[in-house]
């Protein structure tokens, strides 16, 4: 394919995402501590928008922290912000069509108290 084509496709991808994230209802959260845990998902997450979902979503949810691709296929996360909030977005992109989260596995770290945004890392 030429590369027009293919950014043409991963801009309407991207749109789709941004799209799915600004119709998610949200729950209603109560305050709560802040945490910060590692997330690695396993499954057909790569080459979705999994990232950017995560992006977008961690963004409206008021998380922050970090999101990128590892070289064995899966997705790995520094998500941090109140336990439901965090939990609500796992359990978000575990629920995705078009991708497939086979596991998720979860490590509670210390909270990075200077951290202001989320971003994805390459």
């Not at 590692?38 to 992006?55: A, I, K, P």
């Not at 909030?85 to 086979?102: Q, T």
Request: with cysteine.
């Amino acid at each position: 394919m030429a590369v027009g084509v293919i950014d043409r496709l991963k801009q309407l991808r991207d749109s789709y995402v941004t799209r799915q994230v600004e119709r998610a209802r949200l729950p209603e959260f109560g305050p709560a501590p802040v945490i910060r845990q590692r997330v690695v998902f396993s499954g057909h997450v790569q080459g979705v928008g999994f990232r950017f979902e995560v992006l977008c979503l961690s963004e409206r949810l008021g998380l922050t922290g970090w999101v990128r691709n590892l070289s064995d296929g899966r997705v790995e996360a520094e998500l941090q912000g109140s336990r439901d909030r965090v939990a609500f977005l796992v359990e978000y992109m575990c629920s995705l069509k078009r991708a497939r989260v086979d596991q998720v596995e979860s490590t509670d770290l210390p909270v990075a108290a200077e951290e202001k945004d989320f971003t994805v890392k390459m």
